[in-house]
Nanobody, 124 residues
Framework: QVQLVESGGGLVQTGGSLRLSCAAS????????MAWYRQAPGKQRELVAR???????NYADSVKGRFTISRDNTKNTVYLQMNSLKPEDTAAYYC??????????????????WGQGTQVTVSS
């Protein structure tokens, strides 16, 4: 199976920066897309940013120009650099990856995997 472990959350003041990391490990053949989602209390989980294996990115309108997603394929790790943070960015941030498994016959089926979440709190 696959495990996603996030790190880098915390408490920051408005206008500050944080960098989230998410490392994937396990029986990985390939990682297709990697993404960050967030969920604030009482709200639905929403996509923040996504990056493909080729490096194509897309962002939620609310974070464009402030957040940058990147990945290191040699480390199976995705990053989210968050600048100019606002109180409305406060949420639990979750890492997501679409992964195909390594099997005895080669590339196995793909599936969605999620991290446990890391809290980001922006104080006003």
């Amino acid at each position: 199976q696959v495990q996603l472990v996030e790190s880098g959350g915390g408490l920051v003041q408005t206008g500050g920066s944080l960098r989230l990391s998410c490392a994937a490990s396990g029986s990985i053949f390939s990682i297709k897309t990697m993404a960050w989602y967030r969920q604030a209390p009482g709200k639905q989980r929403e996509l923040v940013a996504r990056i493909t294996s080729a490096g194509r990115t897309n962002y939620a309108d609310s974070v464009k120009g402030r957040f940058t997603i990147s990945r290191d394929n040699t480390k199976n790790t995705v990053y989210l650099q968050m600048n100019s943070l606002k109180p409305e960015d406060t949420a639990a941030y979750y890492c997501n990856a679409v992964v195909t498994l390594r099997t005895w016959y080669g590339e196995g089926p793909g599936a969605d995997y999620w991290g446990q979440g890391t809290q980001v709190t922006v104080s006003s």
